[in-house]
T-cell receptor, first 112, second 113 residues
Framework: SQELEQSPQSLIVQEGKNLTINCTSS?????LYWYKQKYGEGLIFLMM?????EEKSHEKITAKLDEKKQQSSLHITASQPSHAGIYLC????????????FGKGTLLTVNP | DVKVTQSSRYLVKRTGEKVFLECVQD?????MFWYRQDPGLGLRLIYF???????EKGDIPEGYSVSREKKERFSLILESASTNQTSMYLC????????????FGPGTRLTVL
């Protein structure tokens, strides 16, 4: 099974609704990165979480890392069509490794 | 702002051709990465480089090579392109040693016929 699982795989919401995307790791995270990708384009960095229980917000997007550092959630409040895209989480498992392990992404559609 | 640029947004090549994908970053970052992204498989690391002339294999290096002669430039080379290398290729860079925030380029969609 995958080290890093995202759920749901896809999500369709009405504009103005709140939504949550989850990222679950089979191992303890050293750090967790959230990115957004417009279809056919590169990834845009949103936020990075490192401490258990940490929460960060940017505009209407809030990301949290649980105390055990194995799960993160991304919450969007009052969604807008501009929030549509693919959201990916990337895991840092620590050590001297330069790698980030990415989830497969969540495709978000926001209907006006 | 960090800027990572890739030489082409779209590229069409024939089987057996040698293909060069170029990536340039303007923020003096130490580390650079090449990924490919495929539906259902997500983002997979091909190669990365943590210094000039230094390179490390990622998860799927077969069929690819890389070159980093200058700090700001990282090239991905397909020695003999094959149809199974049709994919979206993404370059990224990061500042610090070890895992750090990676900043991505816009991607190159390569089609091998």
């Amino acid at each position: 099974s995958q080290e890093l699982e995202q759920s749901p795989q896809s999500l369709i919401v009405q504009e103005g609704k709140n939504l949550t995307i989850n990222c679950t790791s089979s191992k303890t995270l050293y750090g967790l990165y959230w990115y957004k990708q417009k279809y056919g384009e590169g990834l845009i960095f949103l936020m990075m979480l490192q401490k258990g229980g940490e929460e960060k917000s940017h505009e209407k997007i809030t990301a949290k890392l649980d105390e055990k550092k194995q799960q993160s959630s991304l919450h969007i409040t009052a969604s807008q069509p501009s929030h549509a895209g693919i959201y990916l989480c990337g895991a840092d498992y620590g050590g001297s490794n330069y790698k980030l392990t990415f989830g497969k992404g969540t495709l978000l559609t926001v209907n006006p | 702002d960090v800027k990572v640029t890739q030489s082409s947004r779209y590229l069409v090549k024939r089987t057996g051709e040698k293909v060069f994908l170029e990536c340039v970053q303007d923020m003096d970052h130490e580390n650079m990465f090449w990924y490919r992204q495929d539906p259902g498989l997500g983002l997979r690391l091909i190669y990365f480089s943590y210094d000039v002339k230094m390179k490390e294999k990622g998860d799927i290096p077969e069929g690819y090579s890389v070159s980093r002669e200058k700090k700001e430039r990282f090239s991905l080379i397909l020695e003999s392109a094959s149809t199974n290398q049709t994919s979206m290729y993404l370059c990224a860079s990061s500042l610090l040693a070890g895992a750090d925030t990676q900043y991505f380029g816009p991607g190159t969609r390569l089609t091998v016929l």
